[in-house]
C-alpha cells in the first residue's frame, strides 16, 4: 500500500496504487457513474466538524454551516443530522435547508438584498435569526415582521474594518467591501432597531472574509465586536449572542490555517479576558467543513502539445470548478491511477469555448486519454457555483460512507437544462 502525500484530508489516499476516498476506489466511481462526477468523503465532513466542536467543548454555542459553501442536499443533511444549523443567503438556500432536514429555528439568514419575499417567507417559517446588514434593511424588516404581526430577531452585522488578507473577491469586512454595517454607525443602528416595533435584538454579527489562513485578523475582529458590545450594552442593549462568522481556510497548496480547535482556543481566551465567556457563541463556517471533503474526477480527453505550452484537455471545466477562473485559484490535480511513466508540463483544461476556462497551470502528469484525474479540495464553491454554460449539464455527485457509495445527485440531461425553456410562438 503506497501513501503519496496529498493535499487536504486523510480520508482521500492512495491505496495500492489507487486513489480512494475512504474504502472506495474513486476509479471504480468513475466507471460507474461517468465524469465529470464530485466525490464527497462523508467522515472528512464530520472530522472538521469534531475539530470546532472540541474548540467549543463546555461553551454555550452553535455552529451553522454556511451553506453557500456547498449546498447539495445531500451535504446539508449530514450536517441536519450531526446538529448543526444553517447560515442562508436566499430563499432558495432556506428552501433546501428545510428540504434537507433542518429546522427553520437552528436558520440565520445572512445577505446584503434580502427581498420582501424572501423576509416574509423566513418569518413564516419561523427562522432563528437576520443577520442584518443595512439600516435600510432593518426599517423594511420591520414593516414586513409588523404587516405579519410578528417581530423578527436580528443581529446586526458589523463590518469591522479588518483585513483578512485573502483574496480581494473573498475579503468582506473591510470599508471598502459592500458588507455589513460601518463599525462607526453600529451603535445609531442598534438604537434605531431597539424603536422598531417588528424587531427584537438578538445579538451581534461579523465575517470578515474567506480563505483566511492567520489567526491575527480574527484575533483584531474579535477585539473590535467586543468593544461593540460594551458599547451597545452601556446604552442599555444586550446582546445574547456573537455571531463570529466563517472564513476559516484550508489546505489547497500546502497553506497552513490555524486548525478551528485551536482557532476558538485563542479567540475563546480572548472573549473571557473581556468579560463577555457568558455569551452563546455562533459561527457560520463553509469552506472549512466541505472545502477538503470532495474531490471532482475528471477524464483526461486529449494531450495537446504546442510550442509554448502543453495543454491536457479534460471533461470537466469552469462551469463545474470555477474557483481557477475566478480567483485565480490553485487546485492540486492527481492521477487516480499512480504510474511511472515520463511526466510532462502541462496546463489543464476544460471543453469550455473561453481562453479562462482553465483548471490548473504548468502541472507534472504522466496521464493518457482515458485516464482519470482527480481535483483536489473541490468540496467547497465549486458544486454550488457550477453552471449550465455552453449547455453543459452539472455533474452527478456521490457521498461516501466507509465503503458504501451513494448518489446523491444525479447528472444533469440536456432535457432537465431545457426544462423551463419555451419556443415563442
Ligand atoms: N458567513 C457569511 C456571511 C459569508 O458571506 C460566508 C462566505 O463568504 C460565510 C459565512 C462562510 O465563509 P467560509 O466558507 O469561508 O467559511
Not at 18 to 43: I, M, N, Q
Not at 302 to 310: A, M, R, S, T, V
Amino acid at each position: 500500500m503506497s501513501s503519496a502525500a496529498l493535499p487536504g484530508s486523510p480520508h482521500f489516499a492512495y491505496r495500492s496504487g489507487r486513489l480512494h476516498c475512504e474504502d472506495v476506489a474513486l476509479e471504480d466511481l468513475a466507471r460507474r457513474h461517468g465524469t465529470p462526477l464530485f466525490v464527497y468523503s462523508k467522515a472528512a465532513m464530520l472530522a472538521s466538524l469534531a475539530a470546532y466542536r472540541r474548540g467549543f467543548a463546555g461553551r454555550k454555542s452553535r455552529i451553522f454551516y454556511a451553506m453557500k459553501a456547498n449546498s447539495s442536499l445531500g451535504i446539508l443533511q449530514v450536517f441536519a443530522r450531526a446538529g448543526c444549523g444553517f447560515d442562508i443567503v436566499s430563499g432558495g438556500e432556506l428552501e433546501r435547508a428545510l428540504a434537507a432536514g433542518g429546522d427553520a429555528r437552528d436558520v440565520i439568514f445572512s445577505g446584503v438584498g434580502k427581498t420582501r419575499a424572501e423576509m416574509r417567507r423566513a418569518l413564516e417559517a419561523g427562522i432563528g435569526c437576520f443577520n442584518v446588514e443595512s439600516e435600510a434593511e432593518l426599517e423594511v424588516l420591520s414593516e414586513v415582521a409588523r404587516e405579519m404581526g410578528r417581530t423578527a430577531a436580528v443581529s446586526i452585522r458589523v463590518n469591522p474594518n479588518v483585513d483578512p488578507k485573502t483574496h480581494p473577491y473573498i475579503s468582506t469586512g473591510l470599508r471598502s467591501n459592500k458588507f455589513g454595517v460601518a463599525h462607526e454607525r453600529v451603535l445609531h443602528a442598534y438604537r434605531r432597531a431597539a424603536e422598531l416595533p417588528g424587531i427584537s435584538i438578538a445579538g451581534i454579527d461579523c465575517h470578515i472574509g474567506s480563505q483566511i489562513t492567520e489567526t491575527d485578523p480574527y484575533l483584531d475582529a474579535m477585539d473590535r465586536i467586543l468593544d461593540l458590545v460594551e458599547e451597545v450594552e452601556r446604552a442599555g442593549i444586550r446582546l445574547g449572542h456573537i455571531d463570529f462568522g466563517g472564513g476559516l481556510g484550508i489546505s489547497y497548496a500546502g497553506e497552513q490555517p490555524p486548525r478551528a480547535d485551536e482557532l476558538w482556543r485563542s479567540l475563546l481566551e480572548r472573549v473571557d479576558e473581556r468579560g463577555f465567556g457568558d455569551r452563546e457563541l455562533m459561527i457560520e463556517p463553509g469552506r472549512s467543513l466541505v472545502g477538503n471533503a470532495g474531490v471532482c474526477v475528471t477524464e483526461v480527453l486529449y494531450l495537446k502539445p504546442g510550442e509554448q505550452k502543453n495543454f491536457c484537455i479534460v471533461d470537466a471545466a469552469m462551469n463545474d470548478l470555477p474557483r481557477p477562473a475566478m480567483y485565480q485559484a490553485y487546485h492540486a490535480v492527481v492521477p487516480l491511477a499512480e504510474s511511472s511513466r515520463e511526466a510532462h508540463t502541462y496546463d489543464i483544461v476544460g471543453p469550455v469555448c473561453e481562453s479562462g476556462d482553465w483548471l490548473a497551470r504548468d502541472r507534472e502528469l504522466a496521464a493518457q486519454p482515458g485516464e482519470f484525474l482527480a481535483v483536489m479540495s473541490a468540496g467547497a464553491y465549486c458544486m454550488s457555483m457550477a453552471s449550465n454554460y455552453n449547455t453543459r449539464g452539472r455533474a452527478a455527485e456521490v457521498l461516501v460512507d466507509g465503503g458504501q457509495a451513494h448518489v446523491i445527485r444525479e447528472r444533469e440531461t440536456p432535457a432537465d437544462l431545457m426544462l423551463k425553456e419555451k419556443l415563442a410562438p
